[in-house]
C-alpha cells in the first residue's frame, strides 16, 4: 500500500449534486463505466464509481435547492475532463451520445474543438455540467 505522503496532492474524489438522479445514474453509470470506473456505493439519495483510489459521488439536489440551477459559466465548476484510451473509444462515446440524444458541444469543430494537436469530445450531462473526454498527448495514430 502506498504511503500517504505519495499520495499527497491526488485526487481523491469529487461529489456532484445532480437534479434527478436516475437519468443522472443512467448517463453517468454508462459513461464511467466506459472509462474503467465501477460502481462504489449506492444509497437513496446518491451512488458512486470509482476507478483505482478515486471516486466520483453524484447526490440528489435537496429540493429547495432545485430551482437554483447550475450553469457552467457562473461561479463553480466548469467541467470534468477524462482521459480516454484511444481514437476509437471516443468515437464509439460520441456515437452513443449521439444515439441516447445528449447534447454534444461544439460539433463543428470535432474532434479539434481543443486545439489541432488535442483530440477530444466535448458534452453536457444531463444537468449540462461539461465533460470532456480526451486522449492524453501521446501521436494520433492508430
Known amino acids: ?11 481523491h474524489h469529487v461529489e456532484i449534486y445532480v437534479s434527478d438522479l436516475e437519468r443522472s445514474r443512467q448517463f453517468w453509470g454508462w459513461l464511467l463505466s466506459e472509462l474503467g470506473y465501477e460502481e462504489f456505493q449506492s444509497w437513496k439519495s446518491g451512488f458512486s464509481f470509482k476507478l483505482d483510489e478515486t471516486y466520483i459521488v453524484f447526490v440528489h439536489t435537496e429540493e429547495k435547492y432545485l430551482k437554483l440551477g447550475y450553469h457552467r459559466c457562473s461561479t463553480g465548476l466548469n467541467h470534468l475532463a477524462f ?10 462515446i460520441r456515437s452513443i451520445i449521439a444515439q441516447n440524444g445528449w ?39 492508430e
Not at 500500500?1 to 505519495?6: E, F, G, N
Not at 469530445?121 to 449540462?128: A, G, N, T, Y
Open 83 to 92: 482521459h480516454a484510451s484511444s481514437i476509437v473509444q471516443i468515437d464509439a
Open 103 to 141: 447534447h454534444e458541444l461544439y460539433p463543428e469543430r470535432f474532434p479539434y474543438a481543443g486545439g489541432i494537436d488535442y483530440y477530444a469530445l466535448f458534452f453536457e450531462d444531463p444537468d449540462r455540467i461539461k465533460v470532456e473526454l480526451v486522449l492524453s498527448q501521446e501521436p494520433l495514430v
Open 1 to 11: 500500500m502506498p504511503s500517504r505522503a505519495s499520495k499527497s496532492g491526488h485526487l
